[in-house]
């Protein structure tokens, strides 16, 4: 209550100087009437702050620094995307701008100098926030949308691809090309391979809901899916003993590795299930039309990357590999964020998650390397072993010849009952 009447005695006073200054034409004293009136106008938002204490009658309203809060998310990984002010004292671009600008690059494919009519941000500034914005989401995101799969993950992948007749399956394996517009001329030679331009080669593992599970960007255009295999770390975990374990059985014949779907170039491991070239017999048709179109689960994965980004569907524009190496793994981050938000939650079970589970803690590696390096050597051989490779195939064509056969007579069945009912 004094505090009111403090503040109507001072705004009685204030009125009355008003009254006083307007009967006098001086420009000192006008200046003084205008600083009187910020000063009566403070006074009012004081009134408004105090008066009203929240939403709920005795809650204190708390002044929070929200602009500071934005800044620091930005911070806590780059200040880069802080906006600040010049030596001028001008305020300069804010973050909003320069991500807008990196993100329009990545999804329209567009030169940098394109953004200035948008964004109103410069070449150079737009091709350094592109930069800095795609080490932050590698940085920041790989390890939870660029990891291998856990132990959950592949129980789930294993009971869908059992629903589609494939036991064991964990995806499908295969490379894309990404040309490389800028490459050097002393690199050409090493990077131009059949598309007779200089490309870079992107290895990647997809599942039946395009999420990509691999990616191993970088090896020049002239290599081939051998090659890069060879080069690729994607079963260095299961050589090392330290993949999740996967056990099946199938015909009769139990399997301990997962399996990937691959083209014909693959070589011919346990790892690998390949299609049969020019089948003959029916179940073997069966059991290549079927394979040929759960392959391309990674093909479809490639079409939609592109799709949304347009930078890995042109030709590339930047000079350096280590800045193509970003952009690629930056798209597949988005890629598999996009996948994982667009997912329908009534559609899928709680044990399809994909968010990352601990693993048990792992044991110290001990030194002695004569059991570890022969557990290495019998990994590898398991891996490459060409007769496991052709047993997993005959198995699975009469798996899937048995599931069509049971299809077939449900299908049979179900029209002869109908025509009896009819008749």
Sequence with gaps: MARDYQMKAHDYQIKEMEMALLESDSDDEIEILSIFAMEEERLKRERASTSRRGSIVGRKVIKRDYLQGEARLFQAHDPYFIQKRNATRTLGLSSLQKMTAALRILAYGVAADSTDKYVRIGESTAVESLKKFVKAVVNIFSEEYLRSSNSNNIARLLAVNEKRGFLGMLGSIDCMHWKWKNCPTA????????????TLILEAVASNDRWIWHAFFGLPGSHNDINVLEHSSIFTELAQGRAPPVNYSINGHDYTMGYYFA???HPQWSIFVKTISAPLEAKK??????????????ECAFGILQARFSIVRGPARFWDEATLNDIMKACIILHNMIIEDERDPNGVQQHDDYKQVPESIPTPTSRELTIEVQNFIQSHIRIRDRETHSQLQADLVEHLWQLHGQSSFNFHACIIYLCYFLL
């Design 285 to 298: 048709k069966h059991f290549a039309r079927v394979q040929e179109a759960c392959r391309k689960d990674v």
């Design 263 to 265: 083209d014909g170039i």
């Design 187 to 198: 690199w050409k030679g090493q990077y131009t391979g059949h598309s007779r331009e200089p």
